[in-house]
């Protein structure tokens, strides 16, 4: 794993953290939380992409090497990036 995605991750504990106490003051602030943790999640996966990408196929399989433990193929992983950005670019606030 890289240390950007390793950091990334870490942001994103943060900040979840902050969320999930309460931590704020008002709805509009606990907002602004929620929307920079979606940020940080949309980065995160393009991270995680990067991170696998490269890996051979034989690290996807399980430990008796009879079946892939990746739940999508490179491309639907592609495919599920870009409806996140096109997501995110929809959010209403």
Known sequence: MSPETENCM???LKLS???NSKK???I???MKLIRAETELLQELAGFVFYDLYPRHDR???DLEF???SC???QDELVEFLLDSI???KNLPF
């Open 10 to 12: 870490r942001e994103i």
């Open 17 to 19: 953290k902050k969320i």
């Open 24 to 26: 704020f003051n008002t």
């Open 28 to 30: 509009q602030s606990g």
């Open 59 to 61: 690290y996807f399989f």
């Open 66 to 68: 009879k079946k892939y």
């Open 71 to 73: 739940p999508l193929d």
């Open 86 to 88: 096109e997501n995110y």
